[in-house]
């Protein structure tokens, strides 16, 4: 992917969260209208009371790149209000959003579709989603087909030593066949067919051996699926996710599954943010402090568990245990998903 294709996948992120937030505040437009543009309903106030349009509409072409930059930069100042909490008091910003307090803060949907984009559009720019493969990778492995050769030939030499002494040959067959196994994996990687060979050492059931084979047999293939498809099925965290969310509050009459949505939905968003700001890092030289975001999610949950569900402390880091656990069952789950998706066929 290009560095223009990368921008545009930020802005397009930034244009459809902004599609999905409800706008709030007046602004000012270029039309003075007494009826509403869009159904003909007498207008009072800012807004359409019939159809919620707003009440003047802007026609020139300042005003709309005027639009896109706010839906670009900042969600029309939401964002400024969102991120710090989300950062730092996560749990406030959860439980204050799901009682209703609405206008001050970018939605949880909003503000993923955004964190996603943005990500993907940084690696795409970076090349981190890109595969790495030498280009002395075919030399190398001659190399090494060579040197197993040789390793083999020598074996059975001391081998046939070994019979006309009349010793014991067993420890020579060992070696031998560990060898020759691994000389098969790698002439099988060089003429393309890693694949067949995998599949014999992939316990799988069929749906999912056939795309690992051709995973395996094809990288360059599987990277580039899973940069360009993974972003449009990443919603799918959301319901994977929630379920294991409930498991930490059964049959709880407090704690419904909306809030368990709004939890996972800001808490994948944070750490989507995290990513791209550890690759940021990254980029600006210091991967030492980069390693350091492994971290922070753990102690995010934590927070964001105590506040909004009102836990103690001993109850948060239980449930904060449980649930970095769960969240690693169901990122495994996702891309099983993608797998029996077919998106590597």
């Given amino acids: ?14 244009v459809l969260g902004g599609a999905v937030e409800p706008r709030s505040g007046a602004s000012s437009g270029h039309t003075h209208e007494k009826n509403c543009l869009n159904c003909g309903a007498q207008l009072v106030g800012e807004y359409c009371h019939a159809c919620g349009q707003k009440s003047h509409v802007h026609r020139t072409l300042h ?12 969600f029309e100042g939401k964002v400024w209000h969102t991120l710090p909490m989300l950062a730092w008091r996560p ?11 609405r206008a001050k803060f970018v939605s949880p949907m909003a503000l993923f579709l955004f964190s996603v984009f943005l ?3 940084v690696a795409s720019f970076s090349g981190d989603l890109s595969p790495r493969i030498s280009p002395d990778a075919p030399a190398e492995l001659q190399k090494s087909i060579s040197s197993n050769e040789r390793q083999i030939a020598d074996l059975q030499r001391q ?4 019979v006309r002494a009349n010793r014991p040959t067993a420890p020579y067959d060992a070696k031998i066949a560990d060898l020759q196994q691994d000389l098969a994996v790698m002439r099988g990687v060089q003429q393309g067919e ?8 992939i316990d799988a059931p069929d749906w999912l051996s056939k795309p690992l084979e051709k995973a395996v047999k094809n990288p360059d293939l599987m990277f580039y699926k899973l940069k360009t498809n993974a972003y449009k099925f990443s919603w799918m965290l959301i319901p994977l996710s929630v379920p294991f969310l409930w498991l930490l509050f059964p049959f709880s009459r407090r704690f419904r599954l909306y809030d368990h949505t709004v939890f996972v939905t800001y ?4 750490m989507t943010l995290l990513v791209v700001t550890a690759m940021l890092i990254g980029l600006a030289g210091l991967p030492q402090v980069a390693g350091f975001a492994m971290l922070v999610p753990p102690f995010h949950i934590y927070r964001q568990l105590k506040g909004t569900y009102g836990l103690s402390g001993r109850s948060a880091l239980v449930r904060t245990i449980l649930l970095v656990t769960f969240s690693i069952v169901a990122l495994t789950l996702f891309f099983l998903a993608l797998f029996a998706l077919g998106l590597f066929d």
């Fill in 91 to 101: 749990g406030e910003l959860t439980r204050r959003y799901i009682d209703g307090e």
């Fill in 267 to 270: 808490s994948l968003s944070f």
């Fill in 1 to 14: 992917m290009s560095d223009l294709e990368a921008i545009g996948d930020a802005a397009t992120g930034a």
């Fill in 63 to 74: 005003a709309f790149w005027h639009d896109l930059l706010h839906g670009v930069l900042h």
């Fill in 159 to 162: 081998r046939d030593a070994a």
């Fill in 119 to 121: 990500m993907f559009a």
């Fill in 194 to 201: 890693i694949g067949r060979i995998a599949k014999t050492r």
